[in-house]
T-cell receptor, first 114, second 110 residues
Framework: ETGVTQTPRHLVMGMTNKKSLKCEQH?????MYWYKQSAKKPLELMFV???????ENNSVPSRFSPECPNSSHLFLHLHTLQPEDSALYLC?????????????FGSGTQLSVL | DAKTTQPNSMESNEEEPVHLPCNHS???????IHWYRQLPSQGPEYVIH???SNVNNRMASLAIAEDRKSSTLILHRATLRDAAVYYC???????????FGTGTRLTIIP
């Protein structure tokens, strides 16, 4: 148990559906991250939030829409996804955006787009 | 961004020490060296990090070369639960994001 909880663990959606991934951290951290892990590829950083403000968007398509209502919660809203978006989506948090800080990851949401 | 190079895979016998190498020849003076591991069906897990000096914690030891162009993660006595993909990553102020490579897949042989 890392203190970072992601729901759902598995999600299957069609290309016309709208769904949301949820991440909650119980660690009192101020920075939260979304990563994408496609099969046989390295983790890719998607978004970074620091004190609820988005500080990084790594050229992610607009069909992925993040939301950070407070420092404990992070959402990833999905709409009109493509089959190539099928991947493991990981949420992480850290106390601060500081290179000395550890990242704590959730177990991820395994997304399949049909 | 400075990059790291790791072997794709390694094997080790159970209950023996494991030395996982990482090359980072373009490391800057302010880059911290982090190690994470990812067990099957889980998110990555922090293992250890350091800047210049060797570091020890309950999970592992980190040996950093004097010129900092390479480092080695040492698992003192491997167990089957240590089978995972191990990532060596650099981060510094101004580029705090951790960029993961393909890592080393460690297999433990009973």
């Amino acid at each position: 148990e890392t203190g970072v909880t992601q729901t759902p663990r598995h999600l299957v959606m069609g290309m016309t559906n709208k769904k949301s991934l949820k991440c909650e951290q119980h660690l009192g951290h101020n920075a939260m991250y979304w990563y994408k892990q496609s099969a046989k590829k390295p983790l890719e950083l998607m978004f970074v939030y620091n004190f609820k403000e988005q500080t990084e968007n790594n050229s992610v398509p607009s069909r992925f829409s993040p939301e950070c209502p407070n420092s404990s919660h992070l959402f990833l809203h999905l709409h009109t996804l493509q089959p190539e978006d099928s991947a493991l989506y990981l949420c992480a948090s850290s106390q601060l955006r500081d290179p000395r800080e550890k990242l704590f990851f959730g177990s991820g949401t395994q997304l399949s787009v049909l | 961004d400075a990059k790291t190079t790791q072997p794709n895979s390694m094997e080790s016998n159970e209950e023996e020490p494991v030395h996982l190498p990482c090359n980072h020849s373009t490391i800057s003076g302010t880059d911290y060296i982090h190690w994470y591991r990812q067990l099957p069906s889980q998110g990555p897990e922090y293992v250890i990090h350091g800047l210049t000096s060797n570091v020890n914690n309950r999970m592992a030891s980190l040996a950093i070369a004097e010129d900092r162009k390479s480092s080695t993660l040492i698992l003192h006595r491997a167990t089957l639960r240590d089978a995972a993909v191990y990532y060596c990553i650099l981060a510094n102020f101004g580029n705090e994001k951790l960029t993961f490579g393909t890592g080393t897949r460690l297999t433990i042989i009973p």
